[in-house]
């Protein structure tokens, strides 16, 4: 465990909350994020409405979906230290200062995407278990800081198929029972890739605490829980980290399974995401004029640009295709992408889907890729709108 006994500090809204008589570390969760879905205070979970998300190619700070298992720290830059070390390495600390002036600097546009984005549609199959997020699990910024590799090779490591990066964070987290910190990791090969950064920023501005203050890894194309906030300590290792949120969640699960039967020798790690698009304006039962509406939304597919995007006004029979804003200069980013559809007066779904560059296109119905814990539905997204 990581000694951080000098890094946490009261803050005014801990003190304020300490004479209120709510413990420190939870008050500053309730600090307002008025304009987004707030799924739960604490853990802080909460995503932008569709319209805030599709407003910006790159997603403002105030906008961008938060997603946290436990506390979140309030680090000092000046004291803070990364630790770094593990199979051949010797044991090291760095400064923010350290990585600043010892590797070039990194810029990396990249979306953020939880693995339990959407959820709330493979809820609506049959029961699945955590927050019920709608498709703003997902956000895109610029990220600024080091390159992962830069640092592990400086550190003398080597490219290794069999190796893994593990990563440990300051956040505390109660889960099941237990009482842990956050804990992941990735492949070495993928911490080796030039796109995985240490990054210091976000959008230009240091990251804010619910972020990652002072510095989180950002794991370009995986899962967002493979991007570590509050980053305390980097250890690369001959197997994945043992750590409750590596060992035992965001696992994708075979359908037959349920909380009661559960079996993680049967599931499979979730790190690449996969092709997935959505509507986000209009919203989900919107009233619209009739007439041309305009339908809005992003589509990804990991490290690849989209080839294609589709949408349908009448449940998926019929298909047009949507204008596809490309952005082929940032290959992590999302794309954004729009139709004007004529509706006449009445009960219409509208439907999306995307098609990568080998052809591959997102599954019709949550039903067929529905697991218990609810990851990765990527199904065609689906919303009801009554025009008139
Ligand atoms: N230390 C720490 N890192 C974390 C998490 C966390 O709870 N603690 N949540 C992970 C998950 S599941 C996601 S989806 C992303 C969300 O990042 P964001 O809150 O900056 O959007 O952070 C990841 N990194
Ligand atoms: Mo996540």
């Not at 955590?130 to 910024?141: K, P, Y």
């Amino acid at each position: 465990m990581m000694n951080r006994r000098a890094l946490v500090r009261g803050t005014g809204t801990a003190l304020m909350a300490a004479a209120a008589g709510i413990p420190p570390a939870r008050a500053q969760y309730a600090r307002a994020t008025p304009d987004m879905i707030v799924h739960r205070g604490y853990p802080l979970n909460a995503e932008p409405r569709g319209s805030a998300l599709r407003a910006a190619f790159i997603t403002p700070e105030r906008d961008f979906y938060i997603r946290s298992h436990g506390t979140i720290p309030e680090l000092r830059a000046e004291d803070y230290r990364l630790r770094l070390g593990g199979q051949g390495l010797p044991t090291q600390e760095l400064s923010l200062n350290d990585l600043r002036s010892r590797f070039p600097q990194r810029r990396v546009t990249a979306v953020l995407q939880c693995a339990g984005n959407r959820r709330a549609d493979m809820g609506l199959v049959k029961h699945v278990s955590g927050d019920a997020w709608q498709a703003g699990a997902i956000s895109n910024a610029e990220w600024g800081g080091v390159s992962l590799g830069d640092v592990l090779r400086a550190a003398g490591a080597r490219e290794r198929a069999d190796l893994h990066v593990a990563f440990d964070s300051h956040d505390e987290i109660e889960e099941e029972g237990e009482r842990f910190r956050y804990g992941a990791s990735i492949p070495l090969a993928k911490a080796m890739s030039p796109e995985t950064l240490l990054a210091f920023t976000m959008n230009g501005e240091p990251l804010t605490a619910r972020h990652g203050f002072p510095l989180r890894v950002v794991t370009p194309g995986y899962a967002g829980v493979r991007s570590p906030k509050w980053l305390a300590a980097i250890t690369v290792q001959d197997r994945p980290s043992d750590n409750h949120i590596q060992a035992k969640l965001y696992m994708m699960l075979p359908p037959d399974m349920t909380k009661l039967t559960e079996d993680l020798s049967r599931g499979v790690v979730i790190n690449d995401m996969p092709l997935t698009s959505a509507i986000l304006e209009p919203s989900a039962g919107a009233r619209l004029p009739a007439g041309d509406a305009r339908v809005r939304g992003y589509a990804i597919a990991t490290g690849q640009p989209i080839a294609r995007v589709e949408v349908s006004a009448d449940g998926g029979r019929q298909w047009m295709q949507a204008t596809v804003e490309q952005h082929a200069d940032a290959p992590w980013s999302w794309t954004f992408w729009n139709a004007a559809l004529n509706l006449p007066r009445g009960e219409h779904e509208l439907v999306v889907r995307a098609v990568d560059g080998a052809g591959r296109v997102q599954p019709a119905t949550a039903e067929e890729i529905w697991n218990f814990p609810g990851y990765l539905c990527t199904a065609w997204h689906r919303i009801s709108v009554t025009v008139g």
